[in-house]
């Protein structure tokens, strides 16, 4: 395969909500382009970027593909990304490869709530944008509809370059509003369409639409403002020319028109993309660190090489596969370079360009190409590979962390030997995820963005490694503390036939502020009990309280205080004053009103602005306390404070509530006090539990 420069590359990230046609799309510029020979589609199970088993039976994007293709002697790698919103993570992850993005927007449905997220991270990886006005070929879609959709979205900066010819069934090409042309289409053709005179029915139409983007081109441009009001127009060289200088600095964000589906309109997309996006090198260097200091390295072949890692695959047969971008320098095959994170050295064989599942070999990679290579030995997502005579680190993904956990647990003694080494090599590619052992309820809890998510990681681990778990929702980690005081006597005596057990302790115990934990005071004088058992009388406090009083919940935010005490010379030991400590804690616990803690989650929903009323009344109903509202376009940010024990089952209500439409991230915030209600069914519960698991010993 041969090699392109850095001014001949593209990488496009091509975003959206899901079902928007992102791989569809894919598919039929890679048709077009010649790089692959039919027209493939989602609903038949073929496309080149959905080759996942998960993706194939659920026909949807679950992590993002790569492919590229050749278009006017330039490459195109093209990153075919997950628009759900269990899966959205992922998006933000690739797109740091990306120098540009073509956000798709339903024809049918509009701007959605994912498309406005992918939408934010363009915008934060400061990336020029075009929008593609997809299914205009389907019942019910619209072109004015979708596009005033956007422009409420994302500003009268969105403006059409192209408008659609025909409607619904009748759709069948594209009006350019640059050259003043009409370009039909072949249905499932091979995405070239024919050029021909504009119908007299939409001259009218398309002269006005012709007029509005001249006026925006020459708006940021004082040269072309000039020219406009001197000659009254500008001509399609001079719009094209102003076009790609406002594309670049995000002055505009031109709107295209197609049918995915019908593969029309594709060949206008790739020239759009070749003609109007930045080269890798255009967007300005690249910001890393150097020795601790912060440098900035342009994207070009003349300087040392560099390549950031930001994306990873598990495969059962050829390993870890790690996907880069090649930031600085020319990466050739074989190179030796070094991880700046771990200090290793790796030796790059089989360079290869991503064709979906794929990879196809070449010999070098220029600045700003993606790649991958299979089987390095520690490199993981977010690392950098650099020559190790210039070495540099750019700065990790960020992604926040997953919002729901699920007690996992193998099937089998097989299953449990293996499973901690299938997760992990999962865990190696998918970064949003975590897998944790709870010290308290001594569960393994496998955590991600959604139900749907973890579920396609345990339908992986069983598919890929054979490994079958049981997901289970995971045990509250309850906790127990006192309201109230209290100053107990505990008073361990036994006698036996020889020594006997003498230990004799009198504490106070008072409540401490959430999160304290435990405080522990002597205040012994006089040697009412010698210092060398004290610790045994704290040790005893403690190992009672780990237990807890009320349901086995271990106790925490209290406060001890020692003050008096006696001891026997004979048959005082440190056992004997740590079972008086157990006494005391138990003594304690009889006056010092005890009660439940329970977790509070932090939580927060994106969701379309018309289910704001449904989702409060929701939140109200799970004991959740409302602390903010935002409206960002159509979206509506709730932020509440809700128990975790009433947050277990959210993702499928919240699915059901929007019609899929909503998102939620939470993360943990406090403990507080469960309502007395409450508390009786749990104290009731883990009683219960306790007398079944004596039974069961008996």
């Given at each position: 395969?041969?090699?392109y ?9 091509i975003?959206?909500h899901?079902g ?9 510029l890679?048709?077009?382009t010649g790089?692959?020979?039919?027209l ?9 970027t ?5 993706e194939?039976q659920?026909r949807?994007?679950?992590s993002?593909a790569i492919?590229f ?7 195109i ?16 992850a690739a797109?740091?490869a ?12 509009g701007v959605?709530?994912q ?5 934010e ?10 929008l593609?006005i ?7 879609s619209?072109?004015e509809?979708a596009l005033e959709s ?10 059409p ?5 025909g409607?619904e069934?009748?759709?069948?090409g594209?009006?350019?509003?640059i050259?003043?042309?009409a370009?039909?289409?072949?249905p499932g053709?091979n995405?070239?369409?024919?050029v ?6 939409a ?6 639409a012709h007029?509005a983007l001249?006026e ?8 072309l403002m000039?020219?406009f009001?001197?000659?009254g127009?500008?001509?399609p060289?001079?719009?094209l020319?102003?076009?790609?200088s406002?594309?670049a600095?995000?002055?505009?964000y ?12 594709a060949d206008?997309?790739?020239n759009f993309?070749?003609e109007?996006f930045p080269?890798?090198g255009?967007r300005?260097p ?8 912060e440098?900035?390295r342009?994207?070009s072949?003349?300087e040392?090489?560099s ?7 598990a495969?059962p047969f050829?390993g870890r596969?790690s996907?880069f ?10 190179a ?7 200090g290793?050295t790796?030796r790059l064989?089989?360079l290869?360009?991503?064709m ?6 070449v010999?070098?990679?220029?600045a ?5 290579v299979a ?5 993981q997502t977010?690392?950098?590979l650099c020559?190790?005579?210039s ?6 993904i960020?992604l926040?962390e997953?919002?729901?956990a699920?007690a996992i ?6 299953d449990?030997?293996?499973m901690g ?5 999962i865990l190696?590619?998918d970064?949003?995820l ?10 393994f809890l496998l955590?991600?963005?959604?139900q749907?998510?973890?579920e396609?990681?345990?339908?992986r681990?069983?598919k890929?490694?054979?490994v ?7 045990k509250?980690p309850y906790?127990?503390?006192i ?16 020594h006997?057990?003498f230990?004799?302790?009198r504490?106070?115990?008072?409540p401490?502020?959430?999160?304290a934990r435990f ?5 012994i004088?006089g040697?009412?009990?010698?210092k060398q ?9 403690l190992?009672?309280?780990e ?19 006696s001891?026997h010379?004979v048959?005082s030991?440190?056992?004997s004053f740590k ?9 304690a616990?009889?006056?010092?009103k005890?009660?439940l803690?329970e977790p ?8 379309p602005?018309e289910?704001?009323g449904d989702?409060?009344g929701?939140?109200n ?5 409302i602390?903010?509202?935002e409206t960002r376009?159509n979206?509506q940010?709730?932020r509440?404070?809700?128990?975790m024990?009433?947050m277990?089952?959210?993702q499928?209500d919240?699915t059901s509530?929007?019609?899929g ?5 939470m993360?943990?915030?406090h403990?507080?006090?469960v309502?007395?209600l409450?508390?009786d ?5 883990a009683k219960?539990a306790?007398a079944?698991e004596?039974?069961e010993?008996e």
């Amino acid at each position: 395969m041969k090699t392109y420069d850095t001014k001949d590359i593209r990488n496009v990230g091509i975003v959206g909500h899901g079902g928007s046609g992102k791989t569809t799309l894919t598919a039929g510029l890679l048709f077009a382009t010649g790089a692959t020979n039919r027209l493939t589609r989602v609903d038949e199970g073929n496309t080149i970027t959905d080759f996942d088993d998960e993706e194939i039976q659920r026909r949807i994007s679950i992590s993002t593909a790569i492919a590229f293709a050749e278009w006017k002697k330039t490459k195109i790698n093209l990153l075919d990304t997950p628009g759900y919103n269990i899966f959205i993570n992922d998006t933000r992850a690739a797109l740091v490869a990306a120098d540009a993005a073509l956000v798709m927007v339903d024809g049918i449905a509009g701007v959605e709530v994912q498309t406005e997220k992918t939408w934010e991270f363009a915008s934060h990886y400061k990336l020029p944008r075009a929008l593609v006005i997809n299914k205009l070929d389907r019942e019910r879609s619209s072109f004015e509809r979708a596009l005033e959709s956007i422009q409420a979205n994302f500003g009268r900066n969105a403006v059409p370059i192209q408008i659609p010819l025909g409607s619904e069934r009748d759709f069948r090409g594209v009006i350019d509003l640059i050259q003043m042309k009409a370009v039909t289409y072949e249905p499932g053709g091979n995405g070239t369409g024919k050029v021909e005179d504009i119908p007299a029915a939409a001259a009218d139409a398309a002269q006005k639409a012709h007029e509005a983007l001249v006026e925006m081109v020459a708006e940021g441009n004082d040269e072309l403002m000039e020219e406009f009001f001197e000659k009254g127009g500008l001509s399609p060289e001079r719009i094209l020319e102003g076009l790609s200088s406002a594309v670049a600095e995000m002055r505009l964000y031109p709107v295209l028109c197609a049918s995915a589906y019908l593969n029309a309109g594709a060949d206008l997309i790739l020239n759009f993309i070749v003609e109007h996006f930045p080269h890798p090198g255009r967007r300005g260097p690249v910001t890393g660190q150097q020795n601790g200091t912060e440098v900035a390295r342009p994207v070009s072949d003349s300087e040392p090489v560099s390549a950031f890692v930001f994306k990873t695959v598990a495969d059962p047969f050829a390993g870890r596969i790690s996907f880069f971008k090649v930031y600085s320098g020319v990466l050739k095959n074989d190179a030796n370079l070094q991880n700046a994170a771990r200090g290793s050295t790796e030796r790059l064989a089989h360079l290869g360009c991503p064709m979906g599942k794929t990879i196809t070999p070449v010999t070098e990679l220029h600045a700003g190409d993606i790649g991958a290579v299979a089987k390095l030995k520690d490199t993981q997502t977010g690392d950098t590979l650099c020559d190790k005579n210039s070495l540099i680190a750019y700065p990790p993904i960020q992604l926040p962390e997953p919002s729901i956990a699920f007690a996992i647990q193998a099937n089998s003694r097989q299953d449990e030997d293996r499973m901690g080494n299938a997760v992990q090599r999962i865990l190696e590619e998918d970064q949003s995820l975590r897998f944790y052992r709870d010290p308290q309820t001594k569960e393994f809890l496998l955590a991600g963005s959604g139900q749907q998510h973890v579920e396609v990681i345990v339908s992986r681990l069983k598919k890929r490694y054979g490994v079958e778990v049981t997901l289970k929702a995971p045990k509250i980690p309850y906790r127990e503390t006192i309201r109230g005081t209290a100053d107990v006597q505990g008073r361990h005596k036994k006698q036996t036939g020889g020594h006997g057990q003498f230990g004799d302790c009198r504490i106070r115990m008072e409540p401490l502020p959430r999160g304290a934990r435990f405080e522990f005071a002597n205040e012994i004088f006089g040697g009412a009990i010698p210092k060398q058992y004290i610790p045994a009388v704290e040790k005893g406090i403690l190992e009672a309280a780990e237990n807890g009083f009320l349901a086995g919940y271990p106790m925490v935010d209290f406060k001890v205080i020692l003050y008096d005490g006696s001891y026997h010379d004979v048959d005082s030991s440190e056992l004997s004053f740590k079972l008086a400590g157990r006494k005391a804690f138990k003594a304690a616990m009889q006056q010092a009103k005890p009660a439940l803690l329970e977790p509070i989650m932090n939580v927060e929903i994106q969701a379309p602005v018309e289910y704001a009323g449904d989702l409060m009344g929701d939140l109200n109903g799970r004991r959740g306390r409302i602390s903010g509202m935002e409206t960002r376009g159509n979206t509506q940010i709730l932020r509440a404070q809700v128990p975790m024990a009433e947050m277990l089952n959210y993702q499928n209500d919240l699915t059901s509530m929007t019609q899929g439409r909503a998102s939620f991230t939470m993360e943990f915030d406090h403990y507080d006090f469960v309502p007395q209600l409450q508390a009786d069914k749990i104290i009731a519960a883990a009683k219960a539990a306790k007398a079944g698991e004596e039974e069961e010993e008996e």
